[in-house]
């Protein structure tokens, strides 16, 4: 049995589409909320897996399960751009990461497939806030600019739709709407397509959206600016796009959004770091219990309360 185990955000998703669109293969699928990336665990729970896909999920995070499969003579094909950690030596692990802050591991898989199912990987690139590069594989595409506009709109949304606290705040599971994408080998067919996901993920979209035009921030300064957003459904769903849009405006500042989560003794934070400079995310939110990421885009899975101004303050002291 073969195991595909992905991101459930953009980047994951547009990742396994390009794979699997080049060689279709059949397969359990393991993936999650963005924020669930400690996916690896749940393989070795498994019974006659013969080989391994991990796509878009720190290393890391995930290095005690990974060599309990290598121990196990699984072959393990390992594409990301995260955090690694130490990358273990062995024959049946194909490795290949790249931490470069402008990267993502829709683009790598673009390159080791040699551009086969670009466009997927424009929009991946698009979803995982890489506009530059997105922008640049489309002009190679040559692709006219209304097609740039929707391969960036569709890879906003599917980004969109992976972040909440649980697969109940979402649109669409994340295997869900893997499977219903992988019927579309061209990510513009979906334009055509009045019953794609994609018109069902702009109006929740859209709705969402609406939710952040009031919300000013609390803490605004040349180094960082911060938003707090409510227990809400629609703010869990809107956490991270909304962050990097934040980014996209004020390329000098870093951004950090702070959900409070449903126990009301803590926050779900994602922290964007400047445009201009896409470093220390990983840094700022690692130094904190549950937190990571890569350089450019991190986050922390609970903050304590008591923790906010600390927080704020190692956020701002790192990019004064």
């Known amino acids: 049995m073969h195991v595909d185990v992905f991101n459930g955000d953009a980047d994951g998703i547009c990742a396994l589409l390009q794979l699997r669109l080049a060689t279709a293969k059949k397969a359990t699928l393991i993936t999650g909320i963005k924020r669930d990336i400690q996916l690896l665990q749940q393989v070795t729970e498994l019974e006659d897996v013969s080989s391994v896909t991990v796509l878009d999920i720190s290393m890391e995070k995930n290095l005690t399960a990974l060599h309990s499969l290598l121990d196990s003579d699984v072959p393990v094909f390992y594409c990301d751009h995260h955090r690694h950690g130490e990358i273990p030596s062995n024959g049946r692990l194909t490795a290949l ?158 951004h950090a959004v702070m959900t409070l989560n449903q126990s009301g003794e803590d926050y779900t934070v994602s922290v964007r770091a400047p445009i201009n400079n896409r470093v220390g995310a990983d840094e700022v939110c690692s130094a904190f219990a549950t937190g990571g990421g890569r350089k450019a885009a991190a986050g922390i899975n609970q903050l304590p309360i008591a923790k906010k101004n600390e927080f704020i303050e190692a956020l701002t002291r790192f990019y004064q």
Not at 234 to 245: E, K, L, M, P, Q
């Open 97 to 254: 990461i790249d931490v470069e802050p402008n990267t993502c591991t829709s683009l790598l898989v673009n390159t080791h497939l040699h551009g086969a199912f670009a466009k997927w990987a424009v929009v991946g690139a698009f979803g995982d806030n890489m506009f530059a590069r997105a922008y640049d594989l489309a002009n190679e595409l040559k692709l006219p600019q209304s097609d740039t506009e929707f391969l960036k709109e569709l890879g906003t949304l599917l980004n969109y739709n992976g972040y909440g606290a649980s697969i109940e705040d979402l649109h669409f599971p994340p295997s869900e709407l893997y499977q219903l994408l992988l019927n579309y080998d061209c990510p513009l067919k979906l334009r055509d397509d009045p019953a794609s996901a994609f018109y069902v993920l702009r109006k929740g979209f859209g709705e969402d959206t609406k939710n952040t035009q009031e919300l000013t921030p609390i803490v605004t300064s040349e180094a960082a600016t911060v938003f707090e957003l409510p227990c809400e459904a629609w703010a869990r769903r809107i956490s991270g796009v909304f962050g990097n849009d934040l980014a996209n405006q004020s390329p000098g500042t870093a």
